[in-house]
């Protein structure tokens, strides 16, 4: 699932059948494995899929009920909706290690094989039969559906070596298995299903019902063990032209994804997964730790959200949440860019950074009307009307009944301050002088008292003046990365 290694086995462990026996271990199949250590979390009063934001009181019930139940299911959303990070952390529900044969391709249970092979092993070597243990991270396979997947990628095909060897056609060791078989007794995901050519959703039939899988006309009887679960369009999955129905019915269970429902958890869902940390070289260590603070954090959800909204943008496709995780993983770079260049001594982001986002973002989003002029500039003057919405609104939220006339009466004269991406937070400090209220500021913003640094305050300082901006009570003038408030 990861290029991370699996940890070292558990020790001591059986290493043989006879071992494994002696301890009293028995046969679980994984529908009752998962089920098992679901309802412990359950009890226990732990997070069952942890990191799953916005999804505690509406899809989770859903998917808990199916997983409890024993069914397949099948996830139904659009993009960006955390379908596939869902998926993988079912993989968590496993037991950690789980004992199989040695050298088999199926992954299967000393206790209880299913292949001519691995009966033939227990036959030949007894309670000598050699047993490893398997990581639950090597127990999850999974396939993006697309028109040319095979019947051999997924389920298998004959071997001309095997047959070569001597063997005979109907052998079944001359099948050479699939992704499918090769996750037995662990979960597989189908991603975008409906993609799938007919012919290889027919294949899916005998797997999710008989459990058994049919090679080049002849059947191959493996009673596999495993979840199967897949995600879907809704729009291709209820369109009976790009999924037959009878694979449908074979799903215990179909459940349907959203988009974070309330603005705190698209705030949480982008501190969660948006990466703005990055190693650096010897020397410039304090570039490794920007800091976005948290008003930019909820402009850039709200503006996500106002995307998603938008009569402008094609909603049958929707806007991922990769759309505002990238946004704020570039505002962060941005402010490491500015750090570097202007020698700040830490990076913090301002508002002077957000325009980024538009030409960034820009190729996230489809628009209503996908087949105009792609030079022209209308996309982008709806995203960056959107930014300063968003902008607005957070300033509202956070600043409603804060003074800063103060700060407004330093433009009384015709004076100007002037910023930009690359002007450093001294820079624009310095040109302000005192700031009243500027503590009361910081608080509203959420920064900690014991972090109120020259940059975080110039952060603070440049939002209340684009505030002041966007509710009339401030002019400013834009000149490609140069940005002046006042006369």
């Known amino acids: 699932m990861t290029d991370t290694p699996a940890p070292a086995a558990p020790s001591p462990a059986p290493t043989t059948l006879g071992e494994l026996r002696a301890t009293g271990t028995a046969f679980r199949p994984v529908k009752a494995e998962i089920r098992a250590n679901l309802l412990a979390r359950l009890a226990a009063g732990v997070p069952s899929l942890p990191g799953m934001v916005g999804f505690e009181d509406t899809v ?27 998926i993988r952390t079912l993989v968590g529900l496993l037991d950690e290690w789980t004992p199989v044969l040695v050298g088999s391709e199926l992954n299967e249970h000393p206790l209880a094989p299913i292949s001519v092979w691995g009966h033939r092993q227990v036959a030949e ?22 028109p040319d997947t095979s019947v051999g990628d ?23 298995y699939g992704l499918v078989p090769r996750t037995n007794r662990g ?9 799938l050519a007919e012919r290889i959703q027919v294949a899916l039939l005998n797997v999710l019902e008989e459990r058994d899988i049919q090679i080049r006309g002849y059947r191959v009887r493996l009673p596999l063990d495993l979840l199967l679960v897949a995600s879907a369009n809704p729009e291709d ?84 949440a990769r759309f505002a995780i990238a946004g704020l993983e570039t505002i962060a770079a941005s402010a490491v860019r500015r750090a570097a260049v202007a020698g700040e001594t830490r990076p913090v982001a301002r508002v ?43 300033f509202r939220a956070r600043c409603a009944g804060l003074d800063l006339t103060g700060l407004q009466e330093h433009f009384t004269g015709g004076e ?34 014991g972090d109120q640094s020259a940059e975080q305050a110039a952060a603070a300082v440049e939002f209340a003046l684009e505030g002041l901006y966007l509710t009339r009570r401030l002019a400013k003038d834009t000149d490609g990365g140069r940005t002046v408030y006042g006369a």
């Open 60 to 86: 989770l019930p859903e998917v808990e009920r199916a997983l409890i139940a024993g069914h397949d299911l099948v996830l139904l959303g659009e993009r960006g909706q955390g379908k596939t990070r869902l």
């Open 125 to 146: 070597h007894g309670d000598a039969t050699p047993v490893g243990w398997l990581h639950r991270s090597e127990r999850f396979g999974e396939k993006l559906a697309t």
């Open 154 to 176: 997924l389920i298998g095909d004959v071997d001309p070596i095997k047959v070569a060897e001597g063997r005979t056609l109907g052998d079944p060791e001359t099948v050479h």
């Open 187 to 195: 979960i597989f995901s189908v991603n975008e299903l409906p993609d």
């Open 237 to 320: 999955y209820t369109n009976r032209g790009r999924i037959i129905t009878p694979l449908k019915d074979r799903f215990g269970a179909e459940v349907r994804t959203h988009y974070p429902i309330e603005l705190a958890d698209e705030i949480r869902l982008l501190e969660q997964e948006a990466a703005v940390t990055w190693p650096t070289a010897s020397g410039a260590d304090h570039l490794a730790q920007p800091v976005v603070p948290h008003h930019l954090v909820e402009i850039v959800a709200r503006f996500t959200r106002l995307v998603r909204e938008s009569s402008h943008v094609d909603q049958r496709s929707g806007v991922s």
């Open 352 to 394: 002077v950074d957000l325009p980024s986002i538009v030409p960034a973002s820009r190729g996230k989003v489809e628009f209503a009307d996908a087949g105009s002029d792609p030079d022209d500039d209308r996309e982008v003057e709806i995203l960056e009307h959107l930014l300063r919405q968003a902008t607005a609104q957070t």
């Open 416 to 449: 100007t301050v002037e910023s930009g991406e690359l002007v450093p937070a001294p820079a624009l400090l310095g040109q302000l002088g005192t700031i009243p209220k500027l503590a009361e500021l910081l608080g509203r913003l959420g920064v900690p008292e």
